[in-house]
């Protein structure tokens, strides 16, 4: 699916939102240890 797809399907979202969740999840990936800190 494209940029342009996703735009025409959800009409509140820009070009940037999805680049920032793509970068997100970009770095997501590269994280090697997740720590539950809670409770």
């Known amino acids: 699916m494209s ?3 996703i ?3 959800y009409d509140d979202l ?3 939102d999805i ?3 793509l970068l997100f999840a970009t770095r997501l ?3 090697k240890s997740i720590y539950n800190i809670g409770r």
């Open 3 to 5: 940029i342009e797809e």
């Open 7 to 9: 735009l025409a399907d």
């Open 14 to 16: 820009e070009r940037d």
């Open 19 to 21: 680049l920032a969740a």
């Open 29 to 31: 990936t590269q994280v």
